[in-house]
């Protein structure tokens, strides 16, 4: 791993190549294509958005990684709606995965998030990773992923409480329900938006491999 790397925020000339990142470092993934790139795209836009947590990460002059955060909540049992955050995409160059990038990427992201007040964040992700950066079975918080029975252990819905006693002074000894901002499903929402975005890019072929989800 090249020791000599830099994290900033994100600046507008950054758009088109953070885009063309996230599409390189998505496609075929998880599934056939992929619209994380999208996703990113028009979350700009969105009232969510945290413009400060949208990070780039660069080694060997270019920009290898990037991440966005976003503004998130969870519906207490009580009615309450308490303040949450979510992060992703993620996404690393493929010429520089599995070489510790995302890892120092997203703990650094962490870190700044918790300074900008940010008390509690949930995510969908393999918990192999994440626990490296400190992430945790959400179910073991009393926090429930809206999609699952409520008593279940979701192996791939992760929390992270950044500021200690956050969850205590909201939850109130209480359990509460997340579920992903609108903003992440724009691609399933707008198919033809998508399909126009995409056309714009270089042609790449959807493949069916195994170990996808989707």
């Known amino acids: 791993m090249n020791s000599n790397f830099t994290i900033r925020v994100e600046e507008p000339r950054d758009c088109k190549t953070v885009e063309n990142l996230t599409r390189d470092s998505f496609w075929n993934v998880y599934r056939p294509g992929y619209t994380e790139h999208y996703v990113l795209h028009c979350y700009r836009n969105n009232p969510d958005f945290i413009p400060e947590l949208s990070l780039v990460m660069e080694a060997d002059g270019k920009i290898i990684g990037h991440v966005v955060y976003s503004k998130a909540e969870l519906s207490a049992k009580s009615g309450e709606k308490i303040p949450s955050w979510t992060f992703g995409p993620i996404s690393i160059h493929p010429d520089y995965k599995r070489q510790g990038y995302g ?85 399933e929402d707008n198919p033809k938006g998508f399909a126009e975005y995409e056309a714009g890019f270089p042609h790449k072929d959807k ?8």
């Not at 192996?155 to 006693?165: D, K, M, N, S, T």
């Not at 493949?207 to 989707?214: A, P, Y």
Request: include cysteine; hydrophobic fraction near 45%.
């Open 103 to 187: 890892l120092k990427l997203l703990k650094f992201s962490l870190e700044k998030a918790k300074t900008l007040g940010i008390g509690f964040v949930c995510m969908e992700g393999n918990l192999d990773f994440y626990r490296h950066a400190g992430f945790e079975l959400a179910s073991r918080m009393n926090i429930h992923y809206h999609a699952e029975p409520e008593n279940s252990e979701v192996p791939y819905f992760l929390a992270q409480e950044l500021i200690p006693g956050y969850l205590a002074a909201h939850l109130k000894g209480t359990e509460a329900t997340y579920a992903p901002p609108k903003g992440y499903f724009v691609a």
């Open 207 to 214: 493949l069916v491999l195994s170990g996808q989800l989707f």
